[in-house]
């Protein structure tokens, strides 16, 4: 069965699947802000890395395995792109380029 979703409404599904992702933890040293997969141990030490911000050079580093399930769920062609905006929009920074 295919369902018609209205752009709007899948704009607000994509980022409230971003926002969920926050739970993993979010760390902001130095000149980074880090977003950590959700841990049960909780343990930012063996947490593996979601997303990552340098602003001394402008890199946003997205797990690659991410965004590849980010284009499954939603298959629309840019969700590079929409994460990049997701994240200048979340945190106040702009994005010079991203990395996975």
Known sequence: MKYIVPQDRLKSLMTSYLDDKLVGGVSEVDTFIVIYYYDLNDDYNDSEV???????DGRLYVD??????FDKLFPFGKSQLFIEEWFEHKFGVEIEYVES
């Open 50 to 56: 979601l997303m990552e911000f340098d602003s001394e």
């Open 64 to 69: 690659k395995s991410f965004i590849d399930t």
